[in-house]
């Protein structure tokens, strides 16, 4: 399945679900974003998305890629909860290109994981965390109904700063 949007700052963007040949791309998204230090709490990206691909899938999750004007642009995945206790949450990740963000990636990465979400029988709840610090993707996840349900106080340590975790969630009804 595949979803175009085109924006009115000029870009098209178009969101699909990736395949196994898209484990690089997503690497280097990751990596980047990593490598900023203030958007991702791991420092690197993991060596095999090839796996990880193949993990979501299996575990009826769901990894997209979002490509503005044919580059790629960004990536989100969801994935239900790995123990029997938690199958009915979703845990979802974003990353976006410094380059892309603002140009409305994450807001069509989240919509295309949403209509996902809702039409998966299993799935509840959609829960992510984000650091305090980051504004622009705290109010982006309040636009599409997450809540803010819990704080971590002082949970990670960026550049000598303290930074508390923000725990959002949504209910799928």
Same mark, same amino acid.
């Given at each position: 399945?595949?979803? !175009? ?21 997503? @690497? ?17 990206? %993991? ?11 299996? %575990? !009826? ?23 029997? !206790? ?14 892309? %963000? %603002? ?14 979400? @809702?039409?998966? @029988? ?12 980051? !504004? ?38």
């Amino acid at each position: 399945m595949m979803t !175009k949007m085109k924006r009115k700052n000029s870009h098209v963007i178009i969101i699909r679900e990736a395949h196994k040949d898209d484990a690089i791309i997503i @690497k280097k998204i990751v990596e980047s974003v990593a490598a900023e230090k203030y958007y991702a709490v791991q420092e690197h990206s %993991r060596e095999d998305w090839n796996s990880a691909i193949k993990e979501i899938n299996e %575990r !009826k999750g769901l990894i997209i890629i979002a490509e503005a004007n044919g580059n790629p642009a960004g990536m989100a995945y969801i994935v239900p909860g790995k123990f029997k !206790k938690n199958k009915h949450v979703g845990f979802l990740g974003i990353s976006i290109f410094k380059t892309f %963000r %603002r140009i409305s990636a994450g807001t069509a990465l989240m919509g295309y994981i949403l209509d996902w979400s @809702k039409k998966q @029988k299993e799935l509840e709840k959609i829960s992510l965390t984000v650091f305090s610090t980051n !504004k622009a993707a705290i109010n982006l996840y309040k636009k599409f109904g997450f809540e803010i349900e819990g704080i971590s106080k002082k949970q990670f340590k960026i550049a000598g700063k303290y930074v508390d975790e923000v725990i959002m969630g949504k209910i799928l009804n």
